[in-house]
């Protein structure tokens, strides 16, 4: 296949790059055997029966730099949800309902048995397990408090013992462990953030003095990032600098970073902010913060190595999220005013590659890596793209139905006619960062196939067009996504949706769309709108827009919330059963492309213009 750019006659590979992502089978379960067996003597060598680790790095992050990959290098899994635990004549692994089907396919069977982490947990298997009177190893530098609370019950109920390691077993045996990241810390501009340093602040500190609590402290590096206005590149796909910070409620904050990350500018602009520190000194200066005082302990990010470290000086641990959890979740009107444009340019080269797919896939020589490749192009072009927000998720076919399939050179296959394409994917620019996914007909749909998406594009809209009372969390919202699913004996194995931050983590807390989203939903919030269907082996649907909570008109008794959505390209009309819609679900889709073709068209060639026309033109009942 050939493009022509400019003068240039181009092959695909030429045309396209990706270059934020790899494609390489990074797992590698050959090797599981060797290193399991090295595993269980480390083990003996430091007196211990078992040991339990997750997918984790000292700050919990979802996305880990390449020295923690402990699970991938032992089990060749390369999913961002997991926890292992080694006993002496048995493992397991556990991760979530969207990885199930990929661990299956990447680890090694007869070596780790697989069990989904939220039906029958770690700890309840450690209960099952775990023989009486064994030694159970953990890492206290990447366990929470809350994690070693529920390993202590159960190897209680197993008649066992927990054991903080000083040593964590796995970096024992992994020669060739990579280094940490050194990459430089840079100014999140006022452009961007809306909100000097200073004052945010000051904003911390008044919710210190409301809580009573003495001492913050910042285990989580976007925290620290949304603090000091400052972004890194030390993990994948989100711009953080791994740093800590030490906040009291009077007195100077602390900031611990590597000084190799800071240029003099930098430096010069933190320095007015905070004491600038090494990591190394982190628990000496903890230990002299704490003395005496309540001390805020993130409990979603903060390492029970913290919490031995507060008790031994005396103080108190205030548990809870970090102080700057919910300010951060709350964007301020430049940092709306960036996502919104951040979209807009972001749905102009989606916009872009969905044309370019429906003009080329259905000839059968498009593969998923070609897709990707394709739109991180895309993306480029726009000249503002500084990264993706997370590995673009790139389905055809059965590959679609595992939920957050991560396509490999091995794993790699065309798009081919009479299936379906799911591609997830997201952006990070200065200004905003998004996550957008569409199914697409690959040639002809089936009838199952139009019928099931059309089920998950009700609930789509049944959120989109949602009205709720201040107070409403997410919980609340949840069923609105899965009604029509469940109403024909289907359902989706994930959450609803999930906060975004500003060019920060595609994954925020606090609020979430889910069976377990607690948080109230506020105004300023952005969430995502993802329901799906997933039918293994054969196909998988998800549609995706960002979504911002913002205020409508008083009620009869109560204020009213609602959403804005941010996200502007087309869905397939061509999987649409208009017969299954209502009149208010078509007037809003009509309404929604409406908008598309307005907001996107201006920003496209002659070319694609004509196809956005079609591609959105009303539904007919």
Excluded at 274 to 285: C, K, M, S, T
Excluded at 312 to 336: F, R, Y
Excluded at 355 to 381: C, H, M, N, Q, Y
Aim: aromatic share 6%; net charge neutral.
């Amino acid at each position: 296949m050939r493009y022509v750019r400019g003068t240039q006659v181009l092959t695909l590979a030429a045309m396209f790059e990706a270059k934020f992502q790899t494609f390489r089978d990074e797992g590698d379960k050959t090797q599981s055997a060797s290193r399991l067996a090295a595993l269980r003597a480390e083990l003996k060598r430091q007196m211990l029966d078992g040991f339990i680790f997750s997918r984790a790095d000292e700050h919990q992050n979802e996305y880990v730099p390449p020295c923690e990959e402990r699970v991938a290098w032992l089990t060749g899994f390369t999913g961002s949800a997991a926890t292992i635990v080694v006993l002496a004549d048995k493992a397991a692994l556990f991760t979530d309902g969207r990885y199930t089907l990929q661990a299956k396919e990447q680890i090694d069977g007869k070596l780790f048995s697989i069990a989904h982490m939220i039906e029958h947990p770690a700890a309840k298997w450690l209960a099952e397990n775990l023989p009486a009177g064994a030694a159970l190893g953990y890492d206290p530098w990447r366990t929470t408090a809350e994690g070693v609370e529920r390993l202590e019950k159960a190897a209680k109920e197993a008649g066992s013992r927990l054991v903080a390691v000083k040593e964590n077993p796995v970096d024992a045996i992994w020669r060739e462990r990579p280094v940490p990241p050194l990459t430089p810390v840079v100014l999140h501009g006022l452009q961007y953030a809306g909100e000097d340093a200073a004052k945010k602040i000051a904003r911390i500190r008044e919710v210190l003095g409301k809580e009573k609590i003495g001492v913050a402290v910042l285990s989580d590096p976007a925290s620290v990032a949304w603090t000091f206005n400052i972004r890194g590149n030390d993990v994948a796909h989100t711009p953080l600098p791994l740093s800590w910070a030490i906040l009291p409620r009077e007195g100077e904050p602390q900031l611990f970073v590597d000084g190799r990350k800071l240029s003099n500018e930098v430096r010069d602009e933190l320095a007015k902010l905070a004491d600038i520190r090494e990591p190394r000194e982190f628990e000496v200066e903890l230990h002299e913060a704490a003395r005496g005082k309540a001390v805020r302990l993130d409990q979603a990010t903060a390492p029970a190595k913290l919490a031995g470290i507060v008790e031994a000086a005396g103080g108190s641990i205030s548990k809870g999220a970090d102080p700057v959890t919910n300010l951060k979740a709350i964007k301020n009107e430049t940092e709306i005013a960036g996502m919104r444009a951040a979209h807009l340019r972001d749905g102009a080269a989606l916009t872009r590659y969905l044309a370019w797919l429906d003009r080329e896939a259905p000839g059968g020589k498009i593969s998923e890596i070609d897709a990707v490749a394709a739109l991180e192009t895309f993306r480029r072009e726009t000249g503002k793209l500084k990264e993706i927000s997370f590995p673009t998720i790139s389905g055809a076919g059965p590959n679609g139905a595992i939920v957050h399939y991560r396509v490999t050179e091995t794993t790699n296959r065309k798009l081919k006619p009479g299936e379906l394409f799911l591609v997830d994917s997201g952006a990070q620019y200065e200004d905003g960062t998004t996550d957008v996914t569409r199914t697409v007909a690959i040639g002809e749909p089936s009838a199952e196939m139009r019928e099931r998406f059309t089920l998950v594009l009700k609930g789509h809209i049944a959120v989109a067009r949602a009205i709720f009372p201040e107070g409403t969390n997410g919980a609340q919202l949840d069923p609105f996504a899965r009604r029509a699913l469940w109403e024909a004996g289907l359902d989706f194995d994930h959450g609803t949706g999930h906060g975004v931050g500003s060019y920060l983590s595609v994954h925020e807390g606090p609020a979430r769309i889910s069976k377990l989203g607690a948080a109230p939903l506020l105004p300023g919030m952005i969430l995502s709108n993802e329901p799906g269907y997933y039918k293994a082996g054969a196909y998988g649907i998800r549609i995706e827009n960002l979504l911002l909570v913002e205020k409508r008109k008083h009620g009869i008794e109560k204020p009213l919330l609602g959403f804005e959505t941010l996200t502007f390209a087309p869905i397939d009309r061509r999987l649409i059963d208009a017969k299954r819609m209502t009149q208010e679900e078509i007037a809003w889709l009509d309404a929604y492309h409406a908008e598309v073709r307005a907001k996107i068209g201006p920003q496209l060639g002659a070319e694609d213009r004509r196809w956005l026309e079609a591609a959105t033109a009303p539904l007919q009942a």
